[in-house]
């Protein structure tokens, strides 16, 4: 006879009645809604809410939530800012035993913020939690948000039969924030990656993760999302970098610091960005790094130097630091032959969806689901590949796709066996999309591979429009309809942008056409007369449009110089160089224009003496603003007899004019760099007498301006205050006549300084603020901050020592947050920094010192420059 098995080997066979018990510990009056969501949570998931109030019971409130905690299958912790009620006789509140007797279960923790009202036992409670690794972690700001929170929590727990190793399945997707792209469809089936970045940065205190795979993967939407669900982690924000334009490593701190939204250049840019870091809880997301791996360095000098900083990176190869947490990203996962339910797997749903968007007719059937799995298995469950089969969907039906993809994947074999087989498959997965283009459709998208960054359609009608068949803009919807070019939202007129993958498809089909130089040659020439100022572009508010229309371009503008070089054309270059300046110099992208102008130079040895002088000077000038001072003193020497051999008398004034301010600040150079700037300023006069066009001019006036300003520091130091404003007075009238916010910006802050030496306060402070507001205007912080430090100076002399002191520290909070800018180059910086505010303190009482810094830390720049335009403002 077989043997009888005991009762208590058989399971236990429930009632219908008998659901999962979930219990809900909270304080009752301060979260009544909270306690109503998580309890229409567990409902909605047919769990059964164990609550103190949902019962009638003749018994102690002690013994009726342990009992009811003792019947329990699943905790979950509400708190916000009360402790909860503490029973005569007892050590701690309701709310704390509750907790402590829930050991065992699976605990999910919900706090609310802000609190700023927390009791301090409260306080102590959640600290203790938070160090328990069995419990799941959660901040929430509404009980909307809580209940969203619990039902997906709950839901993956239970999908876990309850084996949890770390805090429940992931949050819902919540709104992107700060500079972080916000995507145009729903990411698909990254749950578990996403939450295993949030372990990695929050529960194991990872600093440094690196999402790898090959191209197509997905890892930058994955990193986007899960930089968007650990938003809240970091007070200080998220940051997008986008290091696609990219090309060389040394120029990845710029492009850091740009995405930061900083404005430095020089040896002062790392610092900088160090600087802004050092104090702050941030993350940064940095995107497509495998192009510049040589910058890995620098990503490990910002992580030792900001204790805070938790760095995200997407990229086909890990980074070989110390520290560094590798979460390889894989394909989405595919039916395997026969299944039953293709639907159910990811890559089908992405496709699914994607033809949705493609033909909004479409629909994913039983008639089609098989060969729907089909592709998605021969095309590896690589997300770009799945979302360019889609978007064919409206012109072939997926049997025909597939027929397609047959014969696509059949050259699998024939792939460069250098490269891994993943980016064998997306290679021919790209052209198999190109060749269901027509043959206007593929000469435009081929062109396209020559931009950088975004680009618009006048441009592309310039550089790409001939022997496309049919209108250019009708081609390129085309384009964008197939998911290959991507349009950027943002402007009144349209942008676009191709994917990095996909540009680097389209640059290699160009480079083996025969159209790779005649299309790069155009777009140097189309950004090159774009880059170029007109005249009422050299002016006033003219200046701010093209300053504003080439940041919009810088990438397209760093392509084409580069092109340029590359293409033995570097005396374009250089023209293009010396038409842009402003724009780099007021911009902050100095860095990014000297690597430029030292390839220039180093091929200026055949260039005729002109163009080897503006070579030489151009170079010596962004060594000036970065800060190099030696550097730039030979190379603007080296250029002045070539200037003379040339007769360019202008050029050769700018050049000496700023060899004297450089010459001032060495020892014993203050003489010489005097009588330099004396000739100069003759030179420049003697110039005025002659015939010249309109640029020239304009750049005659700025020439004159700076000679003016640099030869009145020189006296200023000498205390020739007379002689000083003089100059200083007569530079400003130049630099308004040229309109260039440049010399107009040193002119005033100069004469400000003299007028300040000169005692006349009240017409110092007048000039300040119009340079502070001029500053503004342009949106050049920087510059900004050190005519609000002026105006500090001003207020202390003043005797208003809690004005100086919010002024202060509102530049230093500019200064800061984007950079040291150009200003610090060209002028003699007011007083500044912690021995100026120490000595404020000593004349404040310390409720007024802390509240005058509070103050300054709270402006914006408009609110920083209303308070110091009014004089009668007290903080």
């Known amino acids: 006879m077989p043997a009888t098995a005991s009762p208590a080997a058989d399971p236990a066979i429930r009632t219908p009645d008998q659901r999962v018990r979930v219990f809900i510990s909270s304080t009752l009056q301060e979260l009544a809604a909270e306690r109503a969501a998580a309890r229409d949570a567990v409902s909605t998931l047919r769990l059964v809410p164990v609550m103190f109030?949902?019962?009638a019971r003749p018994h102690p409130p002690r013994q009726v939530y342990r009992a009811y905690l003792a019947q329990s299958q699943i905790f979950i912790g509400i708190y916000w800012q009360s402790y909860g009620w503490v029973a005569p006789g007892e050590q701690a509140s309701g709310l704390e035993d509750e907790y402590r007797l829930s050991a065992g279960l699976p605990r999910l923790i919900y706090v609310k913020s802000p609190a700023p009202g927390r009791e301090p036992r409260l306080t102590g409670l959640l600290a203790r939690i938070k160090t328990d690794d069995s419990v799941s972690y959660q901040r929430f700001a509404d009980p909307a948000e809580l209940q969203r929170l619990i039902e997906n929590d709950?839901?993956?727990?239970?999908?876990?039969?309850?084996?949890?190793?770390?805090?429940?399945?992931?949050?819902?997707?919540?709104?992107?924030?700060?500079?972080?792209?916000?995507?145009?469809?729903?990411?698909?089936?990254?749950?578990?990656?996403?939450?295993?970045?949030?372990?990695?940065?929050?529960?194991?205190?990872?600093?440094l993760i690196t999402l790898t795979g090959p191209g197509g993967v997905g890892k930058t939407r994955l990193?986007?999302?899960?930089?968007?669900?650990?938003?809240?982690?970091f007070p200080d924000g998220t940051r997008f970098v986008d290091l696609a334009p990219v090309r060389t490593a040394d120029l990845v701190p710029a492009a850091i610091a740009a995405g930061l939204g900083l404005n430095t250049s020089g040896d002062q840019l790392v610092r900088d960005v160090i600087a802004y870091l050092r104090a702050r809880r941030l993350l940064l997301v940095l995107d497509n790094f495998e192009q510049v791996a040589g910058a890995a360095p620098v990503i490990a000098q910002l992580l030792a130097a900001a204790p805070g900083?938790?760095?995200?990176?997407?990229?086909?190869?890990?980074l070989r630091l110390t520290g560094e947490y590798e979460l390889a990203v894989p394909p989405l996962p595919v039916p395997p032959p026969g299944a039953r339910h293709p639907a159910a797997y990811p890559a089908v749903r992405l496709f699914a969806d994607r033809a949705r968007a493609a033909a909004p007719g479409f629909e994913l059937t039983g008639r089609n689901a098989q060969v729907i799995a089909e592709i998605c298995r021969r095309l590896e469950g690589l997300p770009l590949a799945i979302e360019l089969a889609a978007a064919q969907v409206r012109l072939l039906p997926p049997r025909a796709l597939l027929a397609r993809l047959d014969d696509r994947m059949n050259l699998l074999t024939a792939g460069p066996r250098d490269l891994p087989e993943r980016q064998r498959t997306l290679r021919n997965t790209l052209d198999w999309s190109y060749g269901l283009l027509s043959a206007g459709q593929q000469a435009l998208f081929t062109r396209l591979g020559v931009f950088a960054g975004t680009f618009g359609l006048p441009a592309v009608t310039a550089i790409c429009g001939d022997d496309v068949h049919g209108p250019v803009m009708g081609t390129l919807s085309s384009l964008v309809d197939s998911s290959l070019v991507r349009v950027e939202p943002g402007e009144d007129e349209p942008r676009f942008s191709l994917l990095d993958t996909i540009r680097e498809y389209a640059a290699e089909r160009l480079r083996d056409s025969a159209d790779w130089r005649v299309v790069h040659d155009r777009h140097a020439a189309y950004f090159a007369a774009l880059g170029k100022p007109t005249e009422a572009e050299l002016r006033g508010t003219g200046q701010l449009a093209w300053l504003n229309r080439l940041e919009t371009r810088r990438d397209n503008l760093s392509v084409a110089l580069s092109w340029l070089v590359s293409s033995d054309q570097a005396g374009k270059a250089l023209d293009l160089v010396w038409a842009t300046w402003r724009f780099w110099w007021l911009h902050g992208h100095v860095e990014e224009l000297a690597r430029h102008v030292d390839q220039i130079l180093a091929s200026s040895g055949s260039m005729a003496p002109h163009q080897r002088a503006l070579a030489l000077s151009g170079a010596g000038f962004v060594r000036f603003v970065g800060g190099d001072q030696a550097q730039a003193l030979r190379l603007l020497k080296r250029s002045l007899p070539l200037y003379q051999q040339a007769g360019d008398r202008l050029r050769l004034g700018l050049t000496a004019a700023a060899l004297g301010h450089l010459?001032?600040?060495?020892?014993?150079?203050?003489?010489?760099?005097?009588?330099?700037?004396?000739?100069?300023?003759?030179?420049?006069?003697?110039i005025a007498g002659q015939q010249v066009t309109e640029p020239d001019r304009l750049q005659y006036l700025s020439d004159v301006a700076l000679a003016s300003n640099f030869l009145g520091q020189i006296k200023l130091s000498r205390g020739d205050h007379h002689g000083a404003a003089d100059l200083f007075t007569d530079g400003l009238s130049a630099a308004h006549a040229a309109a260039d916010r440049v010399t107009i910006l040193v002119s005033l802050y100069d004469l400000a300084l003299s007028r300040q030496?000169?005692?006349?306060?009240?017409?110092?402070?007048?000039?300040?603020?119009?340079?502070?507001?001029?500053?503004?205007?342009?949106?050049?912080?920087?510059?900004?901050?050190?005519?609000?430090?002026?105006?500090?100076?001003?207020?202390?002399?003043?005797?208003?020592?809690?004005?100086?002191?919010?002024?202060?520290?509102a530049a230093d909070a500019r200064l800061e947050a984007k950079g040291s800018g150009w200003l610090h180059a060209y002028v003699p910086r007011a007083p500044h920094g912690p021995d100026i505010l120490a000595g404020l303190r000593t004349r404040s009482t310390d409720a007024d010192f802390q509240h005058a810094r509070a103050h300054g830390h709270s402006l914006t720049v408009p609110g920083a420059v209303r308070y110091a335009l009014n004089q009668q403002e007290q903080t």
């Open 223 to 233: 990193a986007v999302a899960a930089a968007g669900r650990l938003a809240p982690a």
């Open 663 to 686: 010459l001032a600040s060495t020892p014993r150079g203050s003489a010489y760099a005097s009588d330099l700037l004396d000739q100069t300023l003759a030179q420049l006069r003697d």
């Open 309 to 318: 900083l938790v760095v995200l990176v997407a990229s086909r190869t890990v």
């Open 757 to 809: 030496a000169q005692g006349e306060l009240d017409d110092a402070a007048d000039l300040l603020g119009q340079g502070l507001q001029l500053a503004a205007e342009a949106g050049d912080e920087p510059s900004l901050a050190y005519y609000l430090e002026a105006m500090a100076d001003l207020a202390a002399r003043h005797d208003r020592p809690q004005r100086a002191i919010t002024l202060l520290t």
């Open 154 to 207: 709950l839901a993956v727990l239970l999908s876990e039969r309850f084996e949890m190793t770390r805090p429940a399945g992931p949050t819902p997707d919540t709104a992107l924030t700060g500079a972080l792209p916000v995507p145009a469809t729903p990411l698909v089936d990254r749950e578990s990656e996403t939450a295993e970045v949030e372990d990695l940065a929050v529960r194991q205190d990872a600093r």
């Open 53 to 55: 109030e949902l019962g």
